[in-house]
């Protein structure tokens, strides 16, 4: 079965630190690939997705993520790190060839920015 | 742009009594989706509407029931709430059934259950 693992529950990072969270799917063929974020008392905001082609792609507010096949990865990264970036993280997969289903899930990684 | 509005924002509700989530999307989409969210368990799918007049069951769906009013409007309903059902839910929404589409989340609707 498809699925998507999350491995850091929680990360702190100190303001204007880099940032890498780490997402690793589980699937026969590459899925679609997608970042969320979550803040606080609110929906799930998408920061980026992958398709296909470059392997890095970039997003909203800074961030940026990197697929690479052979580690069946997808990591999010920032440059540097802003208090307002405090929230909760979501890595989801779509299989491709299964249209028709709803993303899969990681279960979530909370960012703590210290000052 | 409203996209996607869940009503409503907080609920408390006795165990045994019932109740509907609301969620509609002013986005022209054709599929619909109800997660709900518990800590340290991400987001679980309970029921999605892949397009008007038809629904399917997610991972957890025992205890609920939907219904697709129609194109704009996906319900929840939980028939005979129970303490276990205390979470966050999210209805989400997205064009159609190609998972190379992102899902549009609405605010959410916290429910407790006593």
């Known amino acids: 079965a498809q699925s998507v693992t999350q491995p850091d529950i929680h990360i702190t990072v100190s303001e204007g630190a880099s940032l890498e969270l780490r997402c690793n799917y589980s699937y026969g063929a590459t899925p679609y690939l997608f970042w969320y974020v979550q803040s606080p008392g609110q929906g799930l905001q998408l920061l980026l997705k992958?398709?296909?082609?470059?392997?890095l792609v970039q997003g909203i507010k800074g961030f940026e993520a990197e697929f690479k096949r052979s580690q069946s990865s997808f990591n999010l990264r920032k440059p540097s790190v802003h208090w307002s970036d405090a929230a909760e993280y979501f890595c989801a997969v779509g299989p491709y060839n299964q249209a028709g289903t709803a993303l899969i899930f990681g279960k979530g990684t909370t960012l703590s920015v210290s000052s | 742009n409203a996209g996607v509005t869940q009503t409503p924002k907080f609920q408390v509700l006795k165990t045994g009594q019932s109740m509907t989530l609301q969620c509609a999307q002013d986005m022209n989409h054709n599929s619909m989706y109800w997660y709900r969210q518990d800590p340290g368990m991400g987001l679980r799918l309970i029921y999605y509407?892949?397009?008007?007049?038809?629904?399917d069951k997610g991972e957890v769906p025992n205890g609920y029931n939907v219904s697709r009013l129609n194109k704009r409007e996906f319900s929840l309903r939980l028939e005979s709430a129970a303490p276990s059902q205390t979470s966050v839910y999210f209805c989400a929404s997205r064009p159609g059934t190609g998972n190379n589409q992102p899902q549009h989340f609405g605010d959410g609707t916290r429910l407790s259950i006593l």
């Open positions: 992958y398709f296909s082609g470059d392997t």
């Open positions: 509407s892949a397009s008007e007049g038809t629904t």
